[in-house]
Structures are given as structure tokens and as C-alpha cells.
């Protein structure tokens, strides 16, 4: 269904805010807003456009029931595979040797909290005697390579192979300085097996490996192929996984069983897909920039010659280089050319997906060595490329990209201690529409480093879930929208982990609680005038975890709106109940013919408690109790659901149960309250 807004709606004088929901054909559903925790918003995949069916039509179930089946083999497949390197005998490294620590000491800056939490879990899983598959999350040049330079040097202490997988041929070639750079001052031998190297000198790499000669290699998709051998192969570093084939991705399965996979990833992954996976795929998260980071001054701007000349120059005069990304490939050679007119002092190369991939590879190796000054290029530098020579990036078009391509590629500049630029240029002669608008200011807001992880990129999320579950399962979660098909896969490993385990299935969740009190309660505009803010507040009182956190709750509403009014007051009486009735293991709560009705599915317990201390104020049947609508009944109701808790215990004193209540003598009548009859005409 679409979202089209709260409205408010009044039966018997009884005031409510609700969802207005619209459906396929003109039907409509409206869901008190109360009652938000039984709606889940659609996050899908950018390119997806979800199809709307008809209230009460069984599609939505047949999706919903296909995704399911889908989610339960996804996570028999993830079980077996833990199981599996549960049961097959790693090998366990040693503790770290005098050479680590060195290695270690010489990291030429401060480690983030967060790299050396990392690096803690990393150190952990391999020395235990079982096959680690660890995934580190982290934001453009937040750390992750210096980790895996560590990882693999302790792996070589213990007289065992690296592997080091990586999607380019030109990342391999960074990879590999980096690598050499840091590990100089030790007898390590480290090869690098791509297109660059002579057929000679790949024939040569490939014997020496078998023999056991070279310590870590560090290649493309080359290192997977069937002529390549290990002599005593120990750990796979994989950076960027999902840019490999479904071959490739295959043969990755194989090792994980065999041996220690760490795997690099610049694309966050959800929180909440991370908690379902929890023990399965162990994730580590770096969201802490390096201390000598600065934030990238982020500029948008109608294009301009002179801006674009004067910046170029700019960061020429300091001896760095530019990206120029012109995201047409159609036109990017016209557009060279007028670059090459307008800074005829800049040596400038073209890079596209579209050349020969050689040749391609090649202008991008110049580059990085610093044979050219500006890159034209398509958005193809968006991930891997690390050169922090590069400060200043011009981005032509920038309202033609999409948010998440906006932020990584913002994130290649700025990678040293210099200050880098990035600016977002539109043409002037076409008005911005309002989604280009909102983009725009989103990435110039998000200056702050690390800002990946706090606007919610959702469409980079999504791509990080798709990427860890595979392409089959982004199908899926498309088709439910991701908060759903987190909630399925966290329901499914949930089922298989105690089928495996040999343990009692866990129990369905309770169904949904229907809390209908004659209470106008809702949060006025005058109260909190903002939707977002206003769906967020009903979002937050329809998930309060337990009374405490609703007490606290409630400072918060009154330190930032100021004093709850009457129908806010009602609001929070409702959320009290709702959470007294869940710990009682009720059904609902509802007014029915001039009573409130409490009904459970099966006997009541502790129905004898209240007969003791209710009498003939209350009458208390197997499965329902109810209590007159009359003067009083709010507290009342908390009297009865206080005592059907089932750690209760006598109070020692007189105990105040209209916590959220307003004292009788002192409260105004709310509209409809103690109105007889079923009230009919909801929705």
C-alpha cells in the first residue's frame, strides 16, 4: 500500500489520528497511528518500483509466502556452512609474535577505537582452532587495509600463505605497494599475479607458490584459477566481494571451510540485517575516522569555467590531482577537450567502463602514478581506488546521480592529511526538481566524516544487504522491502538454529495486541507540528520496549515540546496499557457495550486474585474479564492488569496506578468517555 498521510477521524466523539493506506483500485485501509508497530515501511532497492495489489486480495500473502520459503533455504544454507566450519578442525594461530608488535608499532598513525576493536575480534577468531569468516565494514579510508596488512602478517609468523582477492588489477597494484611499503623491514616475500605481469614472470610466480617460496600473493580473480596452488595456503582476504563473479563466488564458498576468509567491504551493511546474521557471518564495523582526517568542503553550484579552472589550478599549485566525473560516456572525450582548452597547464586522460579493459587499467595506473593531473572518468572510480594524492573532486551533473554515488564518490578524495574539495555542479539553464534538490543538500549536509553511517544512505544499505545475501535474495528483499525480509531472516535462522541444535522450535509471535479505548488520544499539530517528527513520535510509543522506557519517554516529549496535553496524556495511558496487557499475555482491550473488555485466547491467570480484590466491581469469566465504563475506570483497569502480571506482588503500601492518569477529581471529561454501545463505523 502507499502512504498518504495521517488524518484525523472521530467516531462517538472519540478523536484519532490514523494512516490512511491506498491500495491497488482505489481501496483504502486507515491504521491507527497508535498501532504503527503493524506497519512496515518499504525499503526496497533504488531501481525497484513495487506493485500495489488490492485490499484483501491474497498477492501480498503469495509474496510474502514465497520470500518466506526463500528466506528459510538462505538460512539452511548459512547454518550448514556454520556448522560446517564448526566441525572441520582449523588451524589455530599462534599469539603474537615480537615481530607483530613491531610491525604493529610501526603504523605511521593512531589507530581508531574502532580499528583496534577490529583487530581484537580478528586476532580472536584466528587463533581459535576454526575456520574464521569475518566481515570488516568501514567507510572509505577508515582503516580497513591496515587491517588486513595485520592479519596477514600473523598469519606469516605461523609459516602459513595469504591470499589477498581484490576485483581490479589496478587495486592489486596498490594493494601490493601498500603491503611492501609496510612490511619492508621483515623477510616476507609478497607477489602480485595479474595482466601486468609477463607470462614468464606469472609461470614463475605459480611455481614458487607451490613451492612455498612466497608468503602472500595478492591477485585478481587469476589466483582463483585451477593452475594456481597453494603450498600451505592459511588465510583469504577478500576486498569488495560482491564485485566477483558467481564462479568466483562459488570457489569462495569452497575455502571458507577450509581456511581463515577475512573480507574488506566499503558498503555498509544494515544494523538490523547484521543482528539477524549474528554468529553466522561475523561483522565488524569501523564508523571512527582517523584522527588526521579533516572533513571534504563540500561546494554545489551552477557549473562555471572560471570556478572550475580556479579549482583545478588550486590543487595543481599543491602538487595534487582532480577527478572530473562527467558520468556520459557519449560525450566525455567533447568534454576533455573543453577542459583541456580551459587548463591547457593540466595534463588530462579519459577513464570509462567502455575502453578496452586493458587499456583502461593502464591510463588508471598512470594516473595513480601521476603521469596526468586531471581524470575525466565516469563514476567507475566510485569504489577501490585509493590514491591521497587526489584532493579535489569536480562532479558535473551531480543532480543526475543518486545519493549513495554522490557520497562514495565524494568519498575518494580527502584520503590524506590534506584538505580536500568536492564540488557538485548543474546546469544552469535546467530547473532542479525537488528529489535532485533534496540530494543535493543531503551530501552538502553530510560534510562530517562517517557520515555514511549517519544519513541513513538507505539505497547504499540495501546494496550492502544485497551483496552480502547474493543476487538471488536482493530479488526477495525487493519484493517484501528490506525491514520485512530482516524480520523473516531473523525469524528463519532463529527456526533453523534450534532445529540444528536439536532444541524446541521457538514460539510464533503473539499476535497483534488490540488496544480500543473511548480515549481521544493522538498528537495534536499544535503539539508537534512536523509529519516526519509526529510519525517518528507514534513510531517510538508504538515499539516502547517496557514502562520504564515510557516514563522516560515522557521527560523527553515534555523537554522538547513543552507540557503533554490532554490527548497526549491519552496517548501515553494507552501505551501503558498496551504494555501492561502484553506482560499479562492478553489478546485486547476493547469497549464493548458500556464495559471494557479484557480477553485473553485461552484462562485467564490469576483470575482468583481478582475476584479477591475487586469483587462486584469486576466480573471475571475463563478467557475475559470486564469492568463498567464509568467514573474511575482508568484506574481501574491499571488496578486489574497490575494483578494479572505475573510477578505480582501485594503492595506494601497504597500504590498510585494512574501513573499516565490524570486524578479523577481533578480530570476533565474526555469526549465519548462512558459512551454506551459498540461504536461502529471504525476502520
Same mark, same amino acid.
Not at 581459535?128 to 569475518?134: E, V
Not at 582517523?290 to 588550486?314: M, Q
Not at 513543552?562 to 485486547?588: D, F, H, I, K
Given at each position: ?35 504503527? @508497530? ?72 593512531? =589507530? ?54 581484490? *576485483? ?40 614458487? &607458490? ?5 608468503? #602472500? ?19 583469504? #582476504? ?19 571451510? =577450509? ?30 575516522? *582517523? ?46 577537450? !573543453? ?79 590534506? !584538505? ?7 546546469? +544552469? ?9 533534496? !540530494? ?42 528490506? =525491514?520485512?525480509?530482516?524480520?523473516? &531472516? ?25 488496544? @480500543? ?48 496535553? *490532554? ?43 481478582? !475476584? ?69 463505523? +471504525? *476502520?
Amino acid at each position: 500500500a502507499r502512504f498518504a498521510g495521517l488524518t484525523r477521524r472521530a467516531f462517538d466523539g472519540v478523536e484519532r489520528e490514523y494512516l490512511e493506506l491506498q491500495y491497488a483500485e482505489g481501496d483504502r485501509l486507515f491504521v491507527p497511528a497508535d498501532q504503527l @508497530d503493524r506497519v512496515s515501511r518499504y525499503v526496497g532497492p533504488a531501481d525497484h518500483r513495487p506493485q500495489l495489489t488490492r485490499l484483501g486480495s491474497g498477492d501480498w500473502a503469495r509474496t510474502k509466502e514465497r520470500v518466506r520459503r526463500a528466506v528459510t533455504d538462505l538460512a539452511q544454507e548459512l547454518l550448514q556452512l556454520y556448522a560446517a566450519r564448526e566441525v572441520l578442525p582449523g588451524h589455530a594461530f599462534s599469539p603474537d609474535t615480537a615481530w607483530q608488535q613491531e610491525l604493529e608499532a610501526s603504523f605511521p598513525y593512531v =589507530e581508531t577505537p574502532d580499528q583496534l576493536t577490529a583487530l581484537r575480534e580478528i586476532k580472536a577468531d584466528m587463533e581459535r582452532p576454526r575456520p574464521m569468516d569475518r566481515i570488516v565494514v568501514g567507510d572509505v579510508g577508515y582503516g580497513k587495509t591496515e587491517l588486513a596488512v595485520r592479519a596477514a602478517f600473523k598469519a606469516v609468523m605461523d609459516g602459513k600463505q595469504v591470499a589477498v582477492l581484490v *576485483p581490479t588489477t589496478v587495486l592489486a597494484q596498490q594493494h601490493f605497494q601498500t603491503f611492501t611499503e609496510r612490511m619492508s623491514g621483515f623477510p616476507v616475500r609478497i607477489e602480485v599475479l595479474s595482466r601486468f605481469r609477463s607470462e614468464r614472470q606469472q609461470r614463475r610466480i605459480v611455481a614458487d &607458490l607451490a613451492a612455498g617460496r612466497i608468503d #602472500i600473493l595478492i591477485g585478481t580473480h587469476r589466483i582463483l584459477q585451477a593452475d594456481v596452488r597453494f603450498n600451505d595456503l592459511g588465510l583469504v #582476504i577478500i576486498d569488495e566481494e560482491q564485485r566477483f563473479g558467481v564462479v568466483h563466488k562459488e570457489r569462495l564458498k569452497e575455502l571458507r571451510r =577450509e581456511v581463515d576468509v577475512l573480507t574488506l567491504s566499503a558498503t555498509p551493511i544494515p544494523r538490523t540485517l547484521h543482528m539477524s546474521l549474528s554468529g553466522i557471518r561475523d561483522i565488524s564495523t569501523l564508523e571512527t575516522a *582517523p584522527e588526521e582526517r579533516l572533513p571534504i568542503k563540500t561546494f554545489v553550484t551552477e557549473f562555471d569555467e572560471r570556478l572550475i579552472r580556479e579549482a583545478i589550478l588550486r590543487e595543481l599549485d599543491r602538487g595534487g590531482q582532480v577527478y572530473f566525473v562527467h558520468n556520459r560516456v557519449y560525450n566525455i572525450d567533447l568534454v576533455a577537450e !573543453r577542459l583541456r582548452r580551459l587548463v591547457p597547464e593540466a595534463e588530462i586522460a579519459v577513464a570509462h567502463g567502455q575502453m578496452p579493459e586493458d587499456m583502461l587499467e593502464q591510463v588508471m595506473l598512470d594516473f595513480q602514478q601521476g603521469a596526468y593531473d586531471v581524470l575525466v572518468c565516469t563514476t567507475i572510480i566510485e569504489s577501490g581506488l585509493d590514491i591521497p594524492n587526489v584532493n579535489t573532486i569536480i562532479i558535473n551533473q551531480a543532480d543526475k546521480l543518486g545519493l549513495a554515488q554522490l557520497y562514495q564518490l565524494r568519498g575518494r578524495v580527502g584520503r590524506g592529511a590534506h !584538505r580536500a574539495y568536492a564540488y557538485l555542479l548543474y546546469d +544552469r539553464h535546467h530547473a532542479l526538481s525537488e528529489p535532485a534538490q533534496k !540530494r543535493l543538500q543531503a551530501i552538502f549536509e553530510a560534510s562530517e566524516l562517517g557520515a555514511g553511517f549517519q544519513i541513513a544512505l538507505r539505497d547504499l544499505e540495501i546494496r550492502g544487504a544485497g551483496n552480502l545475501l547474493g543476487a538471488e535474495q536482493s530479488g526477495h528483499l525487493g519484493a517484501v522491502g528490506y =525491514e520485512l525480509y530482516s524480520q523473516m &531472516l531473523a525469524d528463519a535462522v532463529r527456526r533453523m538454529r534450534a532445529l540444528h541444535n536439536g532444541e524446541p522450535p521457538p514460539p510464533p509471535p503473539p499476535p497483534p495486541l488490540t488496544i @480500543d479505548l473511548p480515549l481521544t488520544a493522538h498528537i495534536p499539530e499544535t503539539y508537534v507540528a512536523d509529519l516526519n517528527l509526529r510519525l517518528a513520535v507514534y513510531q517510538r510509543l508504538a515499539q516502547m520496549p517496557s514502562l520504564e522506557a515510557l516514563a522516560a519517554y515522557r521527560d523527553e516529549l515534555r523537554d522538547r515540546f513543552g507540557a503533554l496535553p *490532554p490527548a497526549v496524556e491519552n496517548l501515553l495511558y494507552a501505551v501503558q496499557v498496551r504494555l501492561l496487557a502484553r506482560g499479562a499475555g492478553l489478546q485486547s482491550v476493547t469497549a464493548e457495550e458500556g464495559d471494557i473488555v479484557l480477553r485473553a485466547a485461552g484462562p485467564i491467570a490469576h483470575r482468583e486474585r481478582l !475476584r479477591e480484590a475487586f469483587a462486584a466491581r469486576v466480573q471475571v469469566g475463563t478467557a475475559q474479564v470486564r469492568l463498567p465504563l464509568r467514573s474511575g475506570w482508568r484506574e481501574l483497569l491499571l488496578a486489574v492488569l497490575e494483578r494479572l502480571q505475573p510477578g505480582w506482588q501485594p503492595p506494601q503500601s497504597a500504590v498510585d496506578y494512574g501513573t499516565f492518569a490524570v486524578e479523577p477529581q481533578a480530570r476533565r471529561r474526555s469526549p465519548g468517555e462512558g459512551t454506551v454501545g459498540r461504536r461502529s463505523g +471504525r *476502520p
